[in-house]
């Protein structure tokens, strides 16, 4: 599992497109896409990074960060679903 910071694949499709090809253009699907706070522990250290994934990971997951793959300790479900869908707490390996 990877965190998304590419552009959204809607701004790329154009409202003007020939809707004959509708069928074989992927469908977007940014709607399933939940954005994570994410604690992310080193050695005597931590920072924190916003993260965009299609599902809540689990405790044993990977993630990328800005620091490259960190293993998932805890998860939290945000109370504030309006801004975050939950809490990520991952260490780095």
């Known amino acids: 599992m990877s965190a998304t910071t590419s552009p959204s694949s809607c701004a790329r499709s154009s409202p003007l497109a020939d809707r004959s090809d509708d069928l074989r253009r992927p469908r ?3 709607g399933r896409v ?18 965009e994934l299609p599902r809540a990971p689990v405790e044993g997951d990977s ?6 793959t960190c293993l998932v300790t805890k998860v939290d479900p ?7 869908a939950g809490k ?6």
């Open 28 to 30: 977007c699907d940014d």
């Open 34 to 51: 939940q954005r994570y706070s994410v604690t992310i522990q080193g050695p005597g250290w931590e920072d924190l990074q916003d993260v």
């Open 63 to 68: 993630i990328e960060t800005r620091y490259g």
């Open 78 to 84: 945000s109370p504030d679903a309006d801004t975050y």
């Open 88 to 93: 990520i707490v991952c260490r780095l390996p």
